[in-house]
């Protein structure tokens, strides 16, 4: 059951969620990006991946499976997390829309919705079911409630960002289906 998110994470995400120079903060052991597909590597040094259109240009479904699959089977589908939905397309009363009360609204550079649950309630795809459609929320950012892991997939991007623990990297990267790439030291 989705709950209010601790002040600590607020903070945290709100911080984070106005450094315009990074998609996850700094401090992690491994850096991993999974490139959506149509994207590629270009050699600039800041935004080192391209594509056709990056807007909307989400992880194909299967990736997403065999990324969900991952992290439900290094992290756990229990594990406790906070995650940020992109509400771009929302506004504050169309927050009375959405059938939790528990969201905090953050808005500034992009407006976001927060919230907490286990980690099998606040994937891709469990998202996808649990609300309409029409509402267009987006899991732009999930992350472990102790922070020991974040997963960037922000708008207008066409990659996934996953600052992690070597455990985690490693069972991504060896995932041929996601065809993960190891950026750890880059400077993304």
Partial sequence: MF??????NETWFRAMAQDYDRDIPQGFPRVVVILHPGTYVVDDP??????????DVPLSEEQ?????QV??????PKEQCCVAFYAGYLRPEGIARIDTPE??????RLAYLLLQDELNECLFSAVEKHWDPFLFLEVSYLWATDRSWVIASTPDTAYTVIGCDGALAEALLQEPQLKALDWTGRGL
């Fill in 3 to 8: 709950t209010r998110i601790s002040q600590a």
């Fill in 64 to 68: 997403t499976e065999a990324f969900e």
């Fill in 71 to 76: 992290l439900l089977k290094v992290l756990g």
């Fill in 103 to 108: 969201m905090t609204w953050v808005s500034g």
């Fill in 46 to 55: 800041v935004l080192p991946f391209r594509a056709p259109n990056a807007n």
